[in-house]
């Protein structure tokens, strides 16, 4: 069964970076796609990042200013999510999930569309 483990949460001040970490196992790495979501306190779990083998399409919330960009390393079965210029509202857990990797990633990415998951890592800031 596909375990998935984050880490790289921890305490951050506002317009900080922190670098996330999915470490994936047992499975083959390339027979699933990992999405990233959060959860922040009172709100509902949020999609954040999706890459889709159909096309290459990939998504990254907040891409634009480039403050979430993902990346892999294929020799150590683990997927990033690079977050920067973090705000205080987005004090949350963050998770990373696994799914078959043949669908269309979009901004509309779901929770439901992900069948493992892991226990979640959290960003809490400073004053």
């Given at each position: 069964?596909?375990?998935?483990?984050?880490?790289?949460?921890?305490?951050?001040?506002?317009?900080?970076?922190?670098?996330?970490?999915?470490?994936?196992?047992?499975?083959?790495?390339?027979?699933?796609?990992?999405?990233?979501?959060?959860?922040?306190?009172?709100?509902?779990?949020?999609?954040?990042?999706?890459?889709?083998?159909?096309?290459?399409?990939?998504?990254?919330?907040?891409?634009?200013?480039?403050?979430?960009?993902?990346?892999?390393?294929?020799?150590?079965?683990?997927?990033?999510?690079?977050?920067?210029?973090?705000?205080?509202?987005?004090?949350?857990?963050?998770?990373?999930a696994a799914?078959?990797?043949?669908?269309?990633?979009?901004?509309?990415?779901?929770?439901?569309?992900?069948?493992?998951w892991g226990?979640?890592?959290?960003?809490?800031?400073?004053?």
């Amino acid at each position: 069964e596909v375990q998935l483990v984050e880490s790289g949460g921890g305490l951050v001040q506002a317009g900080g970076s922190l670098k996330l970490s999915c470490v994936v196992s047992g499975a083959t790495f390339d027979d699933y796609s990992i999405g990233w979501f959060r959860k922040a306190p009172g709100k509902e779990r949020e999609g954040l990042s999706c890459i889709s083998r159909v096309d290459g399409q990939q998504y990254n919330k907040h891409a634009r200013k480039n403050r979430i960009t993902r990346s892999r390393d294929n020799a150590k079965n683990t997927v990033y999510l690079q977050l920067n210029n973090l705000k205080p509202e987005e004090t949350a857990v963050y998770f990373c999930a696994a799914r078959e990797p043949y669908y269309y990633c979009s901004e509309y990415i779901q929770t439901y569309e992900y069948d493992y998951w892991g226990q979640g890592t959290q960003i809490t800031f400073s004053s």
